[in-house]
């Protein structure tokens, strides 16, 4: 089954009023990363990026100019995600932003059925907890090495990670291999079975030696 991993980065967190300035997705299928990715950034149009906003994630207006708007490039976004169940940590938030863009231009909008918000799985995993990317990261000791600020695409990366374990993880593998090695337990040999050993002749033996000698460059070498 193809997912979706994605994330945005916004000019603020008001849907109607801001823009999406970057947004990621990173493919996966059967719940393994296919190094299939698309990562773009947007020029919020005469919104100006706030200084609080801009200690987020580093991206403000001068550098976002050269890009073409979220609006105008959404297609493209739309055909790379296709019908694919799409893996978001605030899902809500994420999908309000990407959804009031496409109203804007008259595009039909994602449905939040398609979504699966990694926040609400962490919180029912780990209620009382604090459930941000950086936390879980923490608690699963995953690096955050690469991540000064956030970063649509660095973001998604982190996420692959956190869904996996949110998923089960290492320890659901485990398992999985705890149950293949238990059903190979039940393919015991008979209690009266024998080994048969198979022993070669003398005139056999001297024959085998004679066939290796005109081997050149045998693979066991």
């Known amino acids: 089954m ?3 991993i994605l994330d945005t980065e916004t000019s603020g967190l008001d849907p109607e009023k801001d823009r999406i300035i970057e947004l990621a997705c990173v493919e996966m299928v059967d719940d393994s990363p296919t190094g299939e990715k698309y990562h773009r950034y947007y020029n919020p149009g005469n919104i100006i990026i706030s200084n609080e906003a801009e200690q987020i994630h580093g991206l403000n207006n001068k550098f976002l100019e050269k890009f073409p708007t979220f609006e105008k490039s959404s297609q493209e976004f739309l055909d790379f995600i296709k019908d694919s169940q799409l893996i978001i940590h605030n899902a809500s938030f994420d999908l309000s932003m990407i959804n009031s863009s496409l109203e804007r231009i008259g595009k039909e909008v994602i449905s939040s059925s398609r979504t699966v918000c990694t926040l609400e799985m962490s919180r029912k ?7 941000n990317l950086n936390a ?5 000791n995953i690096s955050l ?3 000064e600020k956030h970063g649509a695409l660095t973001d ?3 996420l692959i990670d956190v869904y996996i374990e949110l998923l089960g993880g290492k320890q659901e593998r485990l398992n999985l291999s705890q149950n293949l090695l238990s059903n190979t337990e039940k393919f015991k040999a008979p209690k009266d079975f024998e080994p048969i050993l198979v022993r070669l002749s ?3 033996k001297i024959l085998h ?4 000698k005109k081997i050149n460059g045998p693979i066991w070498n």
Do not use: A, T, V
Request: neutral net charge; glycine residues 4%.
């Open 136 to 140: 879980l990261c923490r608690r699963f």
């Open 145 to 147: 090495e690469n991540r």
């Open 156 to 158: 998604c990366y982190l």
């Open 209 to 212: 030696e004679e066939l290796l």
């Open 2 to 4: 193809r997912k979706l």
């Open 202 to 204: 003398d005139e056999e």
């Open 125 to 131: 995993m780990f209620p009382g907890s604090k459930n």
